[in-house]
């Protein structure tokens, strides 16, 4: 590869590590879910590893097809720009409903009963990853495309690297923030929790809009 496809790399590492860090939807959903309902650390590895993979995957496959198909790079990054109003008020919905559940979930009389059971775990990931599938990874359609003079293996290599950076990032943003989200769960009333995670998952969304 040439001098121009390596500093294309070195562009989508740093690229990929700064969209994830400056995208609180990126980890703080998985902290506030993490610590709410008692995920263990390597449960919380596997969670964020498919978030991330199901995010960065979704825009490669568009990607890749717009490529093959000789789609304008403009026409994708409108629907890319429409995936991200989508996946943003799906968050804020998702955010919402988990805050109504924890209002209701004061009220019940088996507070001893474990947040898994009043609340199937399925149903936690599929919202989630509703978000992430939907939400895109903005950058990253662009720089396939710019990889493409370098024939599928540039395009290959930037999809990749895009990919396991961001991973990455998020794992290790995730758990830094899960540590400091353990420590105040203790000064936290159980109850209240729930409540609090969901408006934090929330106004991360709402945040995102201006972002």
């Not at 929790?193 to 934090?200: C, D, K, N, R, S």
Request: proline share 3%; charged share 10%.
């Amino acid at each position: 590869m040439s001098h121009g496809y390596n500093a294309l790399l070195l562009s989508t590492a740093a690229i990929a590590f700064l969209h994830a860090v400056m995208g609180p939807d990126h980890y703080v959903p998985f902290i506030a879910l993490a610590s709410t309902r008692r995920w263990s650390r390597k449960f919380l590895s596997f969670v964020t590893v498919v978030g991330a993979l199901l995010h960065a995957g979704s825009s490669v496959v568009l990607g890749a097809l717009g490529i093959l198909g000789g789609i304008a790079l403009t026409r994708l990054e409108v629907f890319e720009a429409l995936r991200g109003d989508a996946g943003r008020i799906l968050l804020v919905a998702f955010g919402l409903a988990y805050m109504a559940w924890g209002l209701m979930r004061r009220r019940h009389r088996h507070a001893h009963v474990k947040p898994e059971t009043l609340v199937r775990r399925t149903t936690v990931f599929w919202s989630l990853y509703a978000v992430f599938v939907l939400g895109p990874c903005e950058p990253l359609v662009p720089l396939m495309f710019a990889a493409s003079s370098w024939q599928w293996q540039g395009v290959a290599g930037v999809a990749l690297l895009f990919t396991a950076v961001t991973l990455a990032t998020m794992l290790v943003m995730v758990h830094a923030g899960d540590s400091v989200a353990r420590r105040w769960s203790f000064m936290m009333s159980e109850r209240l929790a729930h409540v609090m995670a969901g408006g934090i998952i929330a106004a991360t969304g709402v945040a995102l809009w201006w972002i």
